[in-house]
């Protein structure tokens, strides 16, 4: 009888490794595509993926399957990075990885893999999917810690209909462990982290390259002028860090925070000490994507504004152009640009880009 054919989107991490094993262990016919999604070197002149390839290739053949190498970074660049800097030019914090997945690795990557004769897709996210007839289901991970569904809020129930998660029940320990076992070379590899275009680089100069940078004022809620920002598309909702403002004589001497941006007037409005300011308890979204529709038009659920948050117990209003989220505790840095995404117990039903936060 024919092996069925899984074609694992390969990073050169030790996740799609360890999810590549497992797969060809369960008897599948497997096969890794490695991705290149950005085309540009480093301060050093060196390739940035050249290292994350070398790494695949010595996986694969450890494992004893054959990959490739497909060049989505036209796809990226239109669909995903020029997003990205829009964002930024609005004064919005947005996640490129949100936009990567439905995109790219659930979009162009998936009709690539199918014409390579797959008849799944699979990764080495931490999430689980189920399938139900026509209708699949994103789910939370067993590693609530690890969960990725947060970056997968934005895929369409479609796009899930023949994906495997081969990870989603085991913990980073397990898969370390399975690592070891199965000999591969990543094994002890650091996760990456932070913006995959961005790597080690220094935010500030990278993000200068697209946008013009202008100094501008610091200033307090009342327009007091506190100090000098280099530009205010570098600065996040309830940072504390490389604000560069001392005390003030009439200050209270706790730290200062970023409030918020006037991006129009050049202006970083900022707060000393933790006070209630920052704190909100409800949002609205631009649009909301639905994995699974929503139960009712007002609903119960738990929600999270950022990755790895613990899920927090709040309210849902479907309204027309996205959803409203009424928290019950107030939320610290509610940052338009990123995702808020909502869950019903293990099921994720999506998330939609923060647009304004405010208290009811």
């Not at 931490?126 to 026509?134: A, I, K």
């Not at 706790?254 to 707060?271: A, G, M």
């Not at 998330?351 to 009811?360: L, N």
Request: charged share 30%; aromatic share 12%.
């Amino acid at each position: 009888m024919t092996k069925k054919r899984v074609v694992v989107g390969m990073s050169g991490g030790v996740d799609s490794a360890v999810a590549a094993a497992l797969l060809k262990e369960q008897g599948f016919d497997v096969v890794g595509l490695y991705m290149s999604n950005w085309k540009e070197t480093d301060e050093g002149g060196c390739c940035t993926g050249e290292q994350d390839w070398s790494d695949v290739g010595r996986v694969c053949d450890r494992i004893g399957i054959p990959y490739y190498s497909v060049d989505f970074s036209q796809q990226y660049m239109d669909n995903v990075f020029k997003h990205f800097v829009e964002e930024y030019k609005k004064g919005r914090t947005p996640n490129p990885d949100v936009l990567c997945n439905r995109e790219v690795k659930f979009g162009p990557f998936a009709d690539f893999a199918r014409e390579m004769g797959a008849d799944y897709i699979a990764t080495g996210h931490y999430c689980r999917v189920r399938h139900d007839g026509d209708s699949h289901y994103l789910l939370r991970a067993a590693d609530d810690n690890k969960d990725q569904t947060y970056f997968l809020n934005q895929v369409g129930s479609r796009q899930l209909r023949d994906v495997i998660f081969p990870l989603g029940d085991l913990f980073k320990s397990q898969v370390r462990e399975a690592a070891r076992r199965f000999g591969i070379p990543v094994a002890e590899k650091k996760d990456s982290t932070g913006i995959c275009f961005i790597g080690e680089r220094n935010f500030r100069r990278f993000l200068s390259q697209y946008i013009p940078m202008k100094d501008g004022d610091i200033v307090t809620r009342d327009g007091k002028i506190v100090g000098r920002h280099g530009g205010v598309y570098y600065y996040t909702i309830g940072q504390r860090r490389g604000l560069g403002i001392g005390g003030s004589e009439d200050g209270n001497g706790e730290r200062w925070f970023v409030l918020d941006k006037d991006v129009e007037k050049n202006l970083l409005i900022v707060s000393q000490g933790e006070d209630d300011v920052l704190y909100k308890n409800a949002l609205e979204t631009d649009g909301f994507n639905f994995i699974t529709p929503p139960p009712a038009k007002e609903f119960d659920c738990e929600a999270r504004i950022k990755h790895r948050q613990p899920l927090q117990k709040a309210k849902a209003y479907v309204q027309a152009g996205g959803v409203r989220i009424v928290f019950d505790k107030k939320q610290r840095a509610i940052a338009p640009g990123q995702y808020a995404v909502v869950y019903i117990g293990e099921l994720c039903l999506g998330g939609g880009a923060i647009s304004r936060a405010f208290d009811i």
